[in-house]
T-cell receptor, first 114, second 111 residues
Framework: DAGVIQSPRHEVTEMGQEVTLRCKPI?????LFWYRQTMMRGLELLIY????????DSGMPEDRFSAKMPNASFSTLKIQPSEPRDSAVYFC????????????FGSGTRLTVV | AQSVAQPEDQVNVAEGNPLTVKCTYS??????LFWYVQYPNRGLQFLLK??????LVKGSYGFEAEFNKSQTSFHLKKPSALVSDSALYFC?????????FGQGTTLQVKP
């Protein structure tokens, strides 16, 4: 199993540009989570899906952020327009049963907005 | 509010000495608790979990954690630290289908 795959690993973009982060969860996992990690705020849950349906998006910072999961093997997190304060490491994680088995995390996407 | 707290930003220990990384929780009902480790430029990796049963849980890389209901704690321990254990450690608690993570504790093991 290749684990949770995120792309790109690094992204540098200019303020105002659209950024799309991608995630492929582990096959068979029915939960998918997007987290953001910064020094100031630690790990923040942005949104999570169960069976491709968004369950809790209360952590999405503002309307500039959107996430989709069109099928069980793919999810995107989009920022439009991007701002320097969005610079962070974005992690995707998937799980079969989060409360019992925890998560498997991807390696993350390091986003820098200049 | 249901949460988890890691009171120490950093823990320093000499190689070969025992280590403890502290975690306390605040949840309603029976807690499901987890420890994860993050090495530089990597995602978080699962170490161990407490769901029910024995209060002493054993996990990966020789780590263990002790669940203490009366003190609402779930401290991570290892009898003999290695330099390679130096990393960022996160405690987490399940809250309605998702995991809430603490702020993390940096463990520094010096030779």
């Amino acid at each position: 199993d290749a684990g949770v795959i995120q792309s790109p690993r690094h992204e540098v973009t200019e303020m105002g540009q659209e950024v799309t982060l991608r995630c492929k969860p582990i096959s068979g996992h029915d939960y998918l989570f997007w987290y953001r990690q910064t020094m100031m705020r630690g790990l923040e849950l942005l949104i999570y899906f169960n069976n491709n349906v968004p369950i809790d998006d209360s952590g999405m910072p503002e309307d500039r952020f959107s996430a989709k999961m069109p099928n069980a093997s793919f999810s995107t997190l989009k920022i439009q327009p991007s701002e320097p304060r969005d610079s962070a490491v974005y992690f995707c994680a998937s799980s079969f049963s989060p409360g019992t088995y925890g998560y498997t995390f991807g390696s993350g996407t390091r986003l820098t907005v200049v | 509010a249901q949460s988890v707290a890691q009171p120490e930003d950093q823990v320093n220990v000499a190689e070969g000495n025992p280590l403890t990384v502290k975690c306390t929780y605040s949840v309603s009902g029976n807690p499901y608790l987890f420890w994860y480790v993050q090495y530089p430029n990597r995602g978080l990796q699962f170490l161990l979990k407490y769901i029910t049963g024995d209060n002493l849980v054993k996990g990966s890389y020789g780590f263990e954690a002790e669940f203490n209901k009366s003190q609402t704690s779930f401290h991570l321990k290892k009898p003999s630290a290695l330099v390679s254990d130096s990393a960022l450690y996160f405690c987490a608690v399940r809250v309605t289908g998702k995991l809430i993570f603490g702020q993390g504790t940096t463990l520094q093991v010096k030779p």
